[in-house]
């Protein structure tokens, strides 16, 4: 259910309303708009009688009940598009956001490469896995900690902001305390209690969708994050499976206009793993910032024939600079510029405030 103040409400009676939802045993989550606060109110069933109760209270305009299964992730909750401030850029804002890097942190020398090379080719955040999730227990599974330790050099040197994957509740202290972006991978995209995990922190969270999920199961999973009081939350497309072999996924773009009707989340396009094939980024990642994606998404080796992991997939830097000039021209044709950093060697070096 939801309550919506009275324009000019006072900040007593928005109080007032809280208390009255906590003495009946449940949350409130408050959005404040432009001339309105809404209290998502949430829990247990509310009866007829309840809700004339909230009705009644001094500066309640409108009560009024989410009919979707999902609630704080809905539009019907907030109403304007959330934006998350990640260091020097804003994803779900006016501008185009690109998170580039390796799909894992192999060592610090590439890493390092990496990150100096997707900046200058506008780039605003570094990926990169320290912890990964590999199909066989017989292939790399990441760098664990020391990975962690690179991606902080590697942000220190370049002023990117970083996100990583982590995989499991134990993780998350260790891998929040390092990361900017926690990543929740699609294979672990229900895994209920690390997205109750990392809703505990206030680190903003990519949430990828599962290969086999439908939209309204991943904003379900989105409300476990946002109900524990972490609201910055952005979905990530990344390919589903379908009867397709000729590529590793299909990347579903169509939720790209869907989830901005249904949620104010911000949404992130990844089509590196949504196709498998370098030569199908490009192409893809114009057709989701032309679809409206807030944010894309992309793997970048200095060598992806080398790559401990995704190299068929993965852009050499001559490419992903083609891809950020094409990228950039289809952003400005759809008037959502590309973010862009101050340019200059380490001009923000260190100075990149966390979260
Ligand atoms: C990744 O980003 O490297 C990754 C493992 O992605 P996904 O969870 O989408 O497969
Ligand atoms: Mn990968």
Known sequence: MIVVMAAGASPEQIADVVTFVEHHGLHAHLSEGEDRTVIGVIGHEISEDLRAGFQNLSGVEDVVRITRPYKLAGRQFRQQDTEI????????????????????????????????????????????????????????????????????????????????????PTDVEAVAASADILQIGARNMQNFNLLAAVG??????????????????????????LSRGNYAVMLCERG?????????????????????????????VD????????????????AAVAAGADALIIEVHPHPQEAWSDG????????????????????????RPLARLESGPAASAGAVARG
């Open 312 to 335: 068929p997939q993965s852009l050499a830097f001559p490419a992903f600079e083609a891809l950020m000039r094409q990228v950039a021209a289809v952003a400005e044709a759809v008037g």
């Open 240 to 268: 589903i499976r379908t009867f397709e072999t000729a590529t590793r996924n299909t990347l579903d773009l169509s939720c790209v206009p869907l989830l901005k009707e249904w949620s104010h989340l911000p949404v992130v």
């Open 200 to 225: 505990e922190t206030r680190v903003p969270a990519l949430l990828k969708r599962g290969a086999s999920n439908t939209l309204e199961e991943w904003l379900l999973s989105a409300e476990y994050i």
């Open 271 to 286: 089509p590196s793993h949504g196709t498998g094939r370098s030569a199908l980024v490009t192409p893809m990642a114009v």
């Open 85 to 168: 401030r990640v260091g020097p850029v804003v994803i779900g804002g006016p501008e185009l956001v690109v998170m580039a890097g390796p799909c894992a942190v192999e060592n610090q020398a590439m890493l390092m490469e990496t990150a100096h090379a997707v900046r200058a080719a506008g780039a605003g955040i570094l990926r990169g896995g320290a912890f990964k999730p590999r199909t066989s227990p017989y292939t790399f599974q990441g760098l664990g900690l020391e990975g962690l330790r690179i991606l902080e050099q590697a942000r220190a040197a370049t002023g990117l902001p970083v996100v990583t994957e982590v995989m499991t």
